[in-house]
């Protein structure tokens, strides 16, 4: 059955089982119809239609024809095929000369929108195959995208899903794959085709590049999502020339790095002072020592907390010399920036750990003891600060 949320996967459906329109077509008229008579509609024509057609005609020797196809009468002495091609063609495999239908009287349109809804019920149409389909549909009827939902029965913003990629090059479409283990989905092809709608001068060398990237490396539809917005938000031109390379060909260079680089002051956490003023350092930091700080981090495969701490060390490391350049300070006012230094650095421990929680337990465990020793260094920093206080009235 078809996931109208993300990719398809394929159900067989036996050819006993019953089918959602079977009550609506025991009232139509059964007739039986020389096979010679019958023309495949193009929207029943389906790639995968001989796919083990051998076992369906076996099947049917065997058992008979349990569920009939329908055909629409044309007026002059032929039949299209609405739904059931692969039953028509098995039949044409044994030799058969006619085969039973139920006759429904439906336009052509209609026809076509049956033929959609009934091939998503049994076997899954390729997503790819299913959206050219509608656009098909779309374009000879002069419908819109709301007019099309309503007749098929499918959430408006599906059918603009399906429409959307079939504005990418056949070429993308190809590597299109439903099945699991396949690194390119319907998923990943939306993603591009988003990046598609825009009016980027260069946006077909960024979709194939960003495909070939997906391809190589197996990222996420959501890796591939974030990369894509990276470009369609006119972020990818503030990047400089060595990581705009790596966006689109090294593995660990990710939508996140790069943010890194853009926006360094997203790795300090918290509201205290300290975090304020330690995030208006990070936005003063050298571009090039981001640059360089990056690049090492995509060459040597950092981890992305490895390279958020080291973010967060430099940032550190920057802020220490103007504390000194300032003028000198109380006991207490010392004091009191300790201890909003060491609640940023609390805040930060403490936004790790559900990640950690998922991905290593052994940091985890090391993180609870910085916790705990940061917190005996601050509940003693409060009690020098109370004697501060006591000493001073």
């Not at 096979?35 to 024509?45: A, M, P, T, V, W």
């Not at 009827?141 to 309503?150: I, K, P, V, Y």
């Not at 201890?339 to 993180?367: F, H, T, W, Y």
Request: net charge negative; proline share 3%; hydrophobic share 35%.
């Amino acid at each position: 059955m078809d996931n109208r949320n993300g990719d398809i996967s394929i159900n067989y459906v036996n050819e006993a089982e019953e089918s959602p329109q079977k009550s609506m077509l025991e009232k139509l008229e059964l007739r039986e119809i020389p096979l010679d008579k019958i023309k495949i509609s193009e929207f029943c024509q389906r790639d995968d239609a001989e796919e083990d057609l051998n076992v369906l005609a076996e099947s049917i020797e065997q058992h008979g024809l349990l569920q009939f196809p329908t055909v629409t009468d044309d007026g002059d002495g032929y039949f299209t095929l609405i739904f059931g091609s692969r039953r028509y063609l098995a039949y044409k495999c044994l030799g058969r000369q006619t085969i039973p239908c139920y006759v429904k009287n439906v336009s052509l349109q209609k026809a076509a929108f049956l033929s959609i809804i009934e091939n998503s019920v049994r076997k899954s149409r390729h997503p790819v195959e299913e959206a050219r389909i509608l656009k098909q549909i779309k374009d000879q009827h002069d419908l819109t995208d709301a007019e099309l939902a309503a007749e098929i029965g499918w959430p408006q913003s599906v059918v603009a899903e399906r429409l959307a990629i079939t504005k990418l090059p056949d070429d993308v479409l190809e590597k299109v794959d439903t099945r699991s283990e396949s690194p390119f989905k319907f998923s990943h092809a939306l993603a591009l085709a988003k990046l598609w709608e825009t009016s980027r001068h260069n946006r077909e060398m960024e979709v194939r590049e960003l495909q070939n990237k997906t391809i190589t490396h197996g990222l996420s539809s959501n890796e591939l999502k974030e990369l894509a917005n990276l470009f369609k938000d006119g972020l990818f031109e503030l990047l400089p020339d060595k990581l705009r390379v790596y966006l689109v060909k090294a593995k660990s260079m990710t939508a996140v790095m790069a943010k890194l680089y853009l926006t360094p002051e997203i790795v300090i956490l918290g509201n205290s002072n300290g975090a304020q003023r330690m995030r208006e350092v990070a936005q003063m930091l050298s571009k090039k020592e981001l640059e360089n700080l990056i690049v090492k981090a995509v060459k040597d495969e950092w981890a992305l907390e490895k390279t958020k701490q080291r973010l967060s060390d430099m940032i550190k490391a920057k802020a220490e010399p103007a504390e000194q350049q300032q003028e000198p300070k109380s006991s207490c006012q010392k004091l009191l920036g300790d201890i909003s230094l060491m609640d940023s650095r609390l805040d930060a421990c403490i936004a790790e750990v559900p990640d950690l929680a998922k991905s290593n337990s052994g940091q985890l465990d090391g993180l609870c003891r910085e916790v705990k020793r940061l917190r005996s260094k601050l509940e003693g920093f409060l009690n020098a600060t109370m004697n501060a206080v006591n000493e001073s009235r």
